[in-house]
């Protein structure tokens, strides 16, 4: 069984950097596809960055240039460099593992406020 904790969301003004960190507890954290996704209230949950087991990154096209995802496959940790963040990057943010054993494994959220 694999279980998800994110940290790092918090209050960040407009302009300013978070750094969420996702840790997975469990096996097959290298075999996995990791990635973080973000809900807005009243807004469907989107893709905001996702990282193969080789470190081959893909951003959606809102993030290209501002946030960065990357892995630590040791310690079985996922992060997500947030820089330039705007109001309308507020949401929960969710990190996912997805292997072809386990399927979709959700954590469950961190906040991030953007606001003056």
């Known amino acids: 069984q694999v279980q998800l904790v994110e940290s790092g969301g918090g209050l960040v003004q407009p302009g300013g950097s978070l750094r969420l960190s996702c840790s997975a507890s469990?096996?097959?954290?290298?075999?996995?596809?990791m990635g973080w996704y973000r809900q807005a209230p009243g807004k469907a949950r989107e893709l905001v960055a996702d990282?193969?087991?080789?470190?081959?990154?893909n951003y959606a096209d809102p993030m290209k240039g501002r946030f960065t995802i990357s892995r630590d496959n040791a310690k079985k940790m996922v992060y997500l460099q947030m820089n330039s963040l705007k109001p309308e990057d507020t949401a929960v943010y969710y990190c996912?593992?997805?292997?072809?054993?386990?399927?979709?494994?959700w954590g469950q959220g961190t906040q991030v406020t953007v606001s003056s």
């Open positions: 996912k593992l997805y292997s072809g054993l386990l399927g979709d494994v």
């Open positions: 469990g096996s097959d954290f290298s075999l996995a596809l």
């Open positions: 990282i193969t087991t080789g470190g081959r990154a």
